[in-house]
């Protein structure tokens, strides 16, 4: 064993969009996989929903692996290092849900197996290969998820018991987002918002509508290595840049002088918000 120091590195996104049906999953991760890699030649589609994915062919020509039933673990594996040996930059995955409550996906396997606790025993690390298999590609992985209405049991003041919703559920193990670096939840009019990014990136931002953008914008933090981070340290131009501003009116003159460099640096961002946080907090406190 060895101590290191952390640093960081560039990386590959692990991201989740999250939608019920017809929200605009597919559209939304081919346009932000344009984003990432710039060129649709180098995305795969594996395609579990009947052909969707060929809707939106006049978007470029992205590439589609379709994959139909069973939806075993392994399928899923073999479709996803298909797309890896193909030379894919971006693979999405459209859409996990079958994996998991499709015709052989893991619910119906330990079903098949006697549908007791113990038979998960045996499928549990098939689910587990299936996410190493996302986690550990050398390709960007976009994930979709259905969502569908969820129910619970609960009992009035008469004692009488009823069923209620409680909002919407992902289609898949619950705890899949935790694995994502980034989980983007849409509703019907194609909006989305994060519900987990470790990037920072839309950490406390309106809710916006996923483009070609949003995958530019994520490829720029993807590709920031550890000489971006020492940019930010205590010591730093920028880090001294930004603790000499003493209002928020020094901090936005700041900003509008080198908004460019700014607004494709989250960790700018993140420092400035710091920043703010501090001097709101000293007025606070002189009030």
């Known amino acids: 064993m060895e101590l290191r120091k ?131 590609s050398p390709s960007h992985i976009i994930t979709t998820v259905r969502r569908k209405q969820d129910y619970e049991m609960t009992k009035d003041n008469n004692g009488r018991v009823k069923v209620e919703k409680s909002g919407l559920k992902e289609i898949t193990r619950e705890g899949f987002e935790y694995e994502l670096t980034i989980n983007l939840e849409m509703d019907t009019k194609h909006n989305a918002w994060t519900s987990k990014d470790r990037t920072g990136l839309f950490i406390d931002k309106p809710a916006f509508v996923p483009s070609e953008k949003t995958g530019e914008i994520i490829a720029k933090w993807c590709e920031q290595g550890e000489e971006v981070f020492n940019s930010v340290k205590p010591g730093s131009a920028w880090y001294d840049k930004v603790e000499q501003c003493s209002t928020q009116k020094e901090l936005v003159e700041l900003y509008n002088k080198n908004k460019v460099e700014i607004d494709t640096n989250p960790l700018l961002q993140q420092l400035i918000t710091n920043r703010r946080s501090q001097i709101n907090g000293k007025t606070l406190s002189a009030a």
Not at 49 to 63: M, T
Not at 67 to 87: D, H, S, V
Request: net charge neutral; with cysteine; glycine share 10%.
């Open 6 to 136: 952390a640093t960081r590195k560039k990386a590959k996104i692990r991201l989740g969009l999250s939608a019920v049906s017809g929200a605009g999953k597919t559209y939304s991760a081919i346009q932000i996989a344009k984003g990432l890699c710039g060129d649709l030649g180098k995305v795969a589609v594996i395609d579990t929903e009947n052909g969707s994915a060929d809707l939106y062919a006049h978007l470029g020509n992205f590439n589609v692996l379709p994959l139909t039933a069973p939806f075993t673990p392994e399928r899923y594996i073999e479709a996803i290092r298909t797309c890896e040996k193909a030379g894919m930059e971006v693979i999405i995955v459209d859409s996990i849900s079958h994996e998991w409550d499709g015709k052989g996906g893991c619910l119906e396997i330990v079903e098949s197996l006697g549908g007791k606790y113990q038979d998960w025993a045996k499928v549990t690390p098939r689910h587990q290969a299936f996410l190493e298999a996302i986690l550990h």
